[in-house]
């Protein structure tokens, strides 16, 4: 029988439906899922969905992510 993945955190730095596939194959097997987010995506459904959720820093004074 494989390990339990329980103790293991998955890193998601992809967004989108390509996030909310993987956290959803991690969740299947167990693991929990940590999610890298700009500004713009705070309210995406891959960044809540994640058991811990990251914002990407901004430089000082950025007034968009374009900026960064």
Sequence with gaps: MPAPLSNH???IANRGEI???????AHALGMRTI?????SDATAPHVSAAALAVPLPM??????????
């Design 9 to 11: 955190m998955l890193f």
């Design 35 to 39: 999610a890298l987010y700009t500004p």
């Design 19 to 25: 996030a909310a596939r993987i956290q959803r194959t």
């Design 59 to 68: 430089p000082p004074g950025a007034a968009s992510e374009a900026a960064a």
